[in-house]
């Protein structure tokens, strides 16, 4: 009996065979591996509807801390499956695609950090999860976008505060607290490159849309926002709005969600300032259906960390999960 099925070659030159129906191998892998696959907003939507869990970087840090599978295999870039790591040092940790970084995460060379972070003394250091390991570990507190605001509030007023990476992010926190940050000046290239000029038109073409937006996005965005918060607080916002359309300032692969849980609503990408898909991340975009199932399969490309940088690292996020509301 013939079989349909696409033939892939590896990097030796060898053909393989990738099955037709992608969803049902890797549901049968994920069996027989004792996998779990975790998925950001951000992915291609096939890959979140095969996953266990879909959230933002506060919620993957989560299921990765409580799992209790062999096998974690996240859809996400780097840093995040180096967290996931970095919680589970006796779990094997598959990225899709190992070139799946994060241009946030590239604007904070560790060395560059560390002579930073020197020439601020007795500052607390606390580090946006869209980092590297060797950042976490040169960290006191993690943070993500859902609990950033949170966190600083927790942090006694009289003791100074280094903030990293993100700028942007830095400055909506400072805003939110009235604290005065010291920021490394590093940015997301999604979240930096939304038009301003374009939105205020969406508006007029659309005056019954809420504009919502990620507190990565610029202050010239961010002041059109009716609501501002990470994936997880936009996707419910947009639910509980009585708004019937949203102009959604962040990446768009967070709509696949909010039009199955808002069908009966519009949602609107906000455009870059030229003409390219510059509001996709290209990182996330690396990861593919067909690659997770040979990450799968051939259980391969994993994330391995050094014991001293992983154990580093490790505390700063405790600290997180600690400070955060469930």
Not at 64 to 87: C, N, P, Y
Request: aromatic fraction near 6%; proline fraction near 6%; charged fraction near 20%.
């Amino acid at each position: 009996m013939f079989t349909a099925a696409l033939v892939q070659r590896d990097l030796t030159g060898t053909s393989s065979v990738l099955p037709l129906d992608l969803f049902e191998a890797i549901k049968t892998l994920k069996q027989e591996l004792n996998a779990v696959i975790l998925a950001h907003y951000y992915q291609d939507p096939d890959i979140q509807d095969i996953a266990d869990y879909i959230g933002d970087s506060l919620g993957l840090s989560r299921q990765a801390a409580s799992t209790d599978a062999d096998v974690i295999v996240f859809a996400g870039v780097h840093f995040m499956a180096e967290t996931a790591k970095i919680l589970n040092p006796d779990k094997q940790v598959l990225l899709p695609d190992l070139a799946a970084g994060c241009s946030l995460a590239d604007t904070c060379p560790p060395e560059a950090f560390a002579a930073f972070k020197a020439a601020h003394p007795n500052h607390l250091v606390i580090s946006y999860v869209n980092c590297s390991a060797a950042i976490k570990a040169m960290s006191d507190i993690i943070c993500t976008s859902a609990n950033a605001v949170e966190i600083v509030r927790q942090i006694p007023e009289d003791k100074p505060i280094i903030f990293a990476p993100d700028r942007n992010l830095g400055r909506y926190v400072m805003a939110q607290t009235g604290r005065n940050l010291v920021l490394w000046q590093g940015a997301c290239i999604v979240h930096e490159t939304f038009s301003e000029k374009k939105i205020v038109q969406l508006k007029i073409a659309y005056p019954e849309a809420e504009v919502i937006a990620h507190p990565e996005c610029e202050p010239s965005v961010l002041r059109h926002a009716s609501y501002v918060g990470s994936t997880t607080a936009l996707l419910k916002y947009c639910q509980q709005s009585s708004a019937s359309a949203f102009i959604v300032a962040t990446e768009p692969g967070i709509i696949h969600q909010m039009q199955k849980q808002a069908s009966h609503k519009r949602f609107i990408p906000a455009p870059p300032v030229n003409s390219c898909a510059c509001n996709e991340c290209p990182y996330m975009r690396l990861n593919t259906l067909e690659k997770l199932f040979w990450a799968m399969k051939n259980r391969t490309p994993e994330i391995t960390l050094p014991k001293e940088l992983r154990s580093s690292a490790l505390k700063p996020i405790q600290r997180m999960l600690e400070m955060s509301a469930v």
